[in-house]
């Protein structure tokens, strides 16, 4: 088993909040543990750029309540080429980096299974990601914060949706997965809920909208994620538009809102249980896993299971959205 003495931390693709708190307890707990740590800036363009700063206990004071991410982030192009690797994987040795915690979604982690594969760099992953679409844990870090945001904006669009008596049309987040969608539609009591995972042809958008309409309801949300087969909320709305003519409809994309703010209480615990694990996974010799809590238990699972397994959502919870509307 690699000797660590010396740890690397990045944050790498669209940031969450509750990363702050994961830095933060994976710098503290290493310390704690007699290691050193180095913070690597814009993720991993940052070790291609040799973009390191020595981490002490206080570099990471006053950031558990902060969103975004102290070390910044990026998605780096370089680093998906054999070339940016070697010269990342050079820089980390020269700096004697033993071992890398990556905090981030799919993308850092397919990053980091490369990087261990091709130069032997004993990785961790922390997942962080607003879309909660990882494997291998419950929820993911910044999800509910996320959740809550959208929310809380949902909330207000209904009220001025129920005065004047409108259709709202609210795009939320997430690309290839509707977990941000399929809750926010539950807890905000949507109308209809459109996801990526379920394929809704437009005509029966067009008829449950009709049923809602007859059932003369005083305002109608629907929520749409941003990766819905429809185009999401703006282009929904063209494509329907035609046939609600009598309808007053608006659109409203909530976007980047939902991965900004100071992260709950829940995010902060998940990210500060996970960031002081994933230490301990490295001293305890893993190589290559991800972090996550299943069942309110830490478990490891291998890294690329993490991002090549598509986590499901569970349709008995889109149910939820048809008997309850
Ligand atoms: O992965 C997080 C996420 O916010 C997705 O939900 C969204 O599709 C994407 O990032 C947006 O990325 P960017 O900030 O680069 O536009």
């Avoid at 996970?274 to 830490?298: C, E, F, K, P, T």
Wanted: with cysteine.
């Amino acid at each position: 088993m690699k000797t660590i003495n010396k740890i690397g931390v990045l944050t790498s693709g669209g940031d969450s909040p509750g990363m702050n708190a994961a830095i933060r307890a994976v710098t503290r707990s290493a310390i704690y543990r007699g290691l050193e740590v180095t913070g690597i800036r814009y993720g991993y363009q940052g070790a291609i750029e040799a973009d390191f700063v020595e981490m002490h206990k206080l570099s990471v004071s006053n950031t558990i309540q902060k969103g975004g991410t102290i070390l910044k982030s990026a998605r780096s192009k370089d680093f998906m080429t054999k070339e940016g690797r070697a010269k990342a994987a050079k820089n980390l040795k020269a700096n004697k980096i033993d071992a890398l915690v990556v905090i981030g979604g799919d993308g850092t982690f397919q990053g980091a299974t490369i990087l261990h594969q091709e130069h032997g760099i004993p990785v961790v992953g922390i997942p962080g990601t607003i879309d909660n679409d990882l494997s291998g844990t419950d929820e993911t870090i910044g999800y509910d914060t996320a959740l809550n945001t959208a929310l809380e904006a949902i909330d207000k669009i209904r009220d001025t949706a129920d005065a004047h008596e409108r259709m709202f049309l609210v795009e939320v987040m997430g690309r290839d997965a509707g977990f941000i969608a399929l809750e926010t539609g539950i807890a905000c009591g949507a109308e209809l809920t459109l996801l990526p995972e379920t394929l809704v042809h437009l005509n029966e958008i067009k008829s449950s909208l009709n049923e809602i309409l007859a059932n003369k309801k005083r305002s109608t949300l629907v929520i749409v994620a941003e990766g819905d087969e429809s185009g999401g909320a703006i282009q929904l709305q063209q494509s329907i538009k035609d046939d609600f003519k009598d309808i007053d409809m608006r659109v409203c994309v909530l976007g980047h809102i939902q991965r900004g703010g100071n992260p709950t209480a829940r995010d902060r615990v998940l990210a500060s249980r996970i960031g002081v694990a994933a230490v301990n996974a490295l001293l305890d010799g893993h190589v290559s896993v991800m972090v996550g809590i299943v069942n309110n238990n830490i478990k490891l699972t291998p890294l690329k299971s993490g991002w090549s397994k598509k986590k499901s959502i569970q349709m008995e919870m889109l149910d939820l959205v048809k008997i309850l509307k």
